[in-house]
């Protein structure tokens, strides 16, 4: 069964609005990674939570960890076309990496 | 700093032929992880290293995928023979070690296509 379930699988926006995508997981999270993903290149970095609760921002990103540390969300602000891309959340749920991955969510962002 | 490297970049191949994909992890870094991700699909975990040992090659297809990292540095993943379900990107990444804190850095992929 899948473990990471994404939402939405993709999403269009338009330039300047803002976006929320999700990340549930069917176990406890000792650890969610957040990474962007262009077409048919590696995935960047772009954040990582641990703890409960927590929320980190990066420019106009935002990614949070739930009480339960069973779900995440990421939020854009005010989205740009530079934006665009693949999002995949990686879940660490062992406590001793390698990642889990969700499926993606497909961003694409119009003028 | 230097990412990870990865060659080749793109690799087109017949079915029933043998490939073999590069990758030089961030220096210093012990953990060494292949991922494969088929079109539309996350990435899927084949083979993790902690410096030339192999930690977990529970999902590798072992009757024609086989990896190494002789030196605890540079790692070769093989597939012998390809199957048309192997057309994929295969990523590389690294980990300073293998704790749950550990951030995962990824090189750029080899994409390829069986035909």
């Known amino acids: 069964s899948q473990e990471l379930e994404q939402s939405p699988q993709s999403l269009i926006v338009q330039e300047g609005k803002n976006l929320t995508i999700n990340c549930t997981s069917s176990k406890t999270l000792y650890g969610l990674y957040w990474y962007k993903q262009k077409y048919g290149e590696g995935l960047i970095f772009l954040m990582m939570?641990?703890?409960?609760?927590e929320e980190k921002s990066h420019e106009k990103i935002t990614a949070k960890l739930d009480e339960k540390k069973q779900q995440s969300s990421l939020h854009i602000t005010a989205s740009q076309p530079s934006h665009a891309g693949i999002y995949l959340c990686?879940?660490?749920?062992?406590?001793?990496?390698?990642?889990?991955f969700g499926k993606g969510t497909r961003l694409s962002v119009i003028a | 700093e230097a990412g990870v490297a990865q060659s080749p970049r793109y690799k087109i191949i017949e079915k029933r032929q043998s490939v073999a994909f590069w990758c030089n992890p961030i220096?210093?870094?012990?953990?060494l992880y292949w991922y494969q991700q088929i079109l539309g699909q996350g990435p899927k975990l084949l083979i993790q290293?902690?410096?030339?040992?192999?930690?977990?090659d529970s999902q590798l297809p072992k009757d024609r995928f086989s990896a190494e990292r002789l030196k605890g540095v540079d790692s070769t993943l093989k597939i012998q023979p390809a199957k048309l379900e192997d057309s994929a990107v295969y990523l590389c990444a690294s980990s300073t070690h293998s704790g749950s804190s550990d951030t995962q850095y990824f090189g750029p992929g080899t994409r390829l296509t069986v035909l």
């Open positions: 290293f902690q410096n030339n040992g192999v930690v977990d």
């Open positions: 990686g879940a660490d749920t062992s406590g001793n990496t390698p990642l889990v």
């Open positions: 939570l641990q703890k409960g609760g």
């Open positions: 220096s210093g870094h012990a953990t």
